[in-house]
């Protein structure tokens, strides 16, 4: 048996899954925690990643490997390869101005046009420019730019301030889009917007395409990795006409395209897949939380609020719940307050009341999916995964909110199995 390594070092934690290269079966699997913030230091990746490894049974039977990681987070080195400062993480909104800053200078529609995203706090390039303005000495002391998974990959491959190649730093097309200097369409790196950002330019890791890999000190292959987003496409086998749609903490609405997008809104991300395709993207504050919030206002657990809900009608009798309770980010409504509409004397029940969650909710995820499709991106089939998605009442209301025909595959670490899947195609 031939085995492969997938990693996610998401945002909570770092899980790892060696799986059999031929059929992909789960041979074992590992897993370490994260340090909770939006500022971490790298390193404390560099140790979870270890002992996740450790956990499943090290890698030394592995033949080959690939990390995908959470997107858009700054890591900065210096010319020595050491970590200047704690890494920016995607959820990090002090860079909020920056973005401003950014769109005003170049416009909307210039920026989605070169890079395929209109800044906002999440990407890599306004944390740059954050780190220019804020940070001047920090800034001047940046010799190299990387993200998570780009980082851990070149750490695993045997770099690091012990051996600081920073030309060995590698990335995948899907996680180059995230950072707001790489465009789409030529594949190459801005760097006028790169120098923009920071102030100066410095070295990127190379974009290897779906079929490269590099090698690892131990001669095993390593595949380009992946962003989170385009890792779980992998893992879950998303095809061109697939949506998929994520419900954890926050919700994700992603389709795979034949052609790329382009949104001068900012409501749609055009990132890049990991397979060669493109992977329009919406994002959503408020997903499971929507549900955890009003089974604890209702006292239950989450069977018993899917039992309510059901037992409910469509439209629950017309009670609407808006449920922006974190503001929201699509549409851009960071004040928003969540809002309960519709209350009479019928309708105010708790049945009526579970079954409005779950619609509010997964409302939100079908105006993020509308937006796709209204860029021309065909979508024939929803794929449900995350953790609301193991709702039985989400599962039985999403295809007539989302308005597609819905399949919920089996729970698993999707992001983790797509990196496995990546590497095995190397081989």
């Known amino acids: 048996m031939v085995l492969v390594m997938g990693v996610d070092s998401s945002t909570q934690s770092c899980k790892v899954v060696i799986a059999d290269a031929a059929t992909g079966a789960v041979v074992r699997t590992g897993r370490a925690v994260h340090p909770a913030g939006t500022s971490v230091d790298p390193e404390a990746w560099w140790t979870a990643l270890q002992a996740a490894i450790a956990d499943a049974g090290g890698m030394d039977d592995v033949a080959a490997w690939s990390v995908g990681g959470q997107q858009h987070g700054m890591v900065v080195l210096d ?26 200078e170049f416009g909307a529609e210039v920026l989605a046009q070169r890079s395929g995203l209109v800044p906002v706090a999440s990407f890599t390039i306004t944390k740059l420019r954050w780190l220019r303005d804020a940070e001047p000495g920090n800034a001047a002391r940046v010799a190299a730019v990387a ?26 097309r899907s996680d180059a889009s995230g950072t707001g200097y790489w ?24 974009v290897l395409g779906p079929a490269d890999h590099v090698t690892d000190a131990g001669g095993r292959r390593v595949a380009p990795g992946a962003g989170d987003n385009a ?124 079954r409005a969650a779950v619609e509010g909710m997964l409302s939100g995820l079908a105006a993020g999916l509308d937006a796709v499709r209204a860029l021309g991106v065909p979508i024939t089939r929803a794929l449900l995964i995350g953790g609301g998605a193991q709702s039985a009442a989400v599962r039985e209301v999403a295809p007539q909110v989302l308005g597609v025909p819905v399949e919920v595959p089996e729970p698993a670490e999707y992001v983790a199995l797509g990196a496995a899947r990546q590497a095995a195609s190397v081989l």
Not at 85 to 96: F, V, Y
Not at 184 to 205: E, F, I, K, Q
Not at 240 to 246: E, I
Not at 285 to 308: T, Y
């Open 79 to 104: 010319g020595a390869g050491g970590v200047i400062r704690d890494a920016l993480l995607w959820n990090d909104t002090r860079s909020s101005g920056a973005a401003s800053d950014l769109i005003a």
């Open 147 to 172: 993200l998570p998974h780009d980082w851990l990959t070149w750490r695993l491959r045997g770099f690091g301030p012990d051996r600081p190649d920073l030309d060995e730093l590698t990335t995948d």
């Open 183 to 206: 465009n789409p369409a030529t594949g190459d790196y801005d760097r006028d917007l790169l120098v923009a950002a920071l102030g100066h330019d410095a070295v990127l890791p190379r």
């Open 231 to 354: 890792g779980a496409a992998l893992g879950v086998g998303a095809g061109v006409g697939d949506v998929v749609v994520s419900i954890g903490t926050s919700g994700t609405v992603f389709a795979v395209s034949e052609t790329r997008t382009i949104d001068a809104t900012g409501t749609v991300a055009g990132f890049a897949s990991a397979d060669g395709h493109f992977l329009p993207l919406v994002a959503t504050l408020n997903a499971a939380r929507v549900l955890d919030a009003i089974a604890g206002l209702l006292g239950v657990d989450h069977a018993e609020l899917s039992r309510l809900a059901l037992a409910a009608p469509a439209g629950a009798t017309g009670l609407h719940l808006q449920p922006y309770f974190e503001g929201e980010r699509t549409p851009n409504l960071p004040d928003a307050t969540a809002t309960l509409s519709g209350m009479t004397l019928a309708s105010t029940t708790r049945e009526n009341l579970a």
